[in-house]
C-alpha cells in the first residue's frame, strides 16, 4: 500500500473518531479535526506532512508521497 493511502486512512479514522469523541463525550474533541484538517491543508502547500515521516519511520508505504515531494522531484 502506498504512503498516500495510510495517510488518507489515518486522516479518516482521526475524523471519525474526532467526531465521535464529540458527540459521547465533550464538544472540544472537535478541535482534533480542525487540526487534521489544518494540516492537511498546510502539507499541501508546504510539502511537509509529519504523518508521512512518521509513517516512513515505521517502515509503512512504499512511496506515493501525498504531499508533492515526489511531484518536487520530477
Given at each position: 500500500?502506498?504512503t498516500?493511502?495510510?495517510?488518507?486512512?489515518?486522516?479518516?479514522?482521526?475524523?471519525?473518531?474526532s467526531?465521535?469523541?464529540?458527540?459521547?463525550?465533550?464538544?472540544?474533541?472537535?478541535?482534533?479535526?480542525v487540526?487534521?484538517?489544518?494540516?492537511?491543508?498546510?502539507?499541501?502547500?508546504?510539502g511537509?506532512?509529519?504523518?508521512?515521516t512518521?509513517?516512513?519511520?515505521?517502515?509503512?508505504?512504499?512511496?506515493?508521497?501525498?504531499?508533492?515531494?515526489?511531484?518536487?522531484?520530477?
Amino acid at each position: 500500500m502506498k504512503t498516500e493511502s495510510y495517510i488518507r486512512i489515518l486522516a479518516g479514522t482521526f475524523v471519525l473518531l474526532s467526531i465521535a469523541l464529540a458527540h459521547f463525550v465533550s464538544p472540544w474533541w472537535l478541535l482534533l479535526a480542525v487540526f487534521v484538517g489544518l494540516n492537511l491543508i498546510q502539507s499541501a502547500f508546504t510539502g511537509f506532512c509529519p504523518a508521512e515521516t512518521i509513517l516512513k519511520l515505521l517502515g509503512m508505504g512504499n512511496g506515493g508521497s501525498c504531499c508533492g515531494k515526489d511531484e518536487q522531484a520530477r
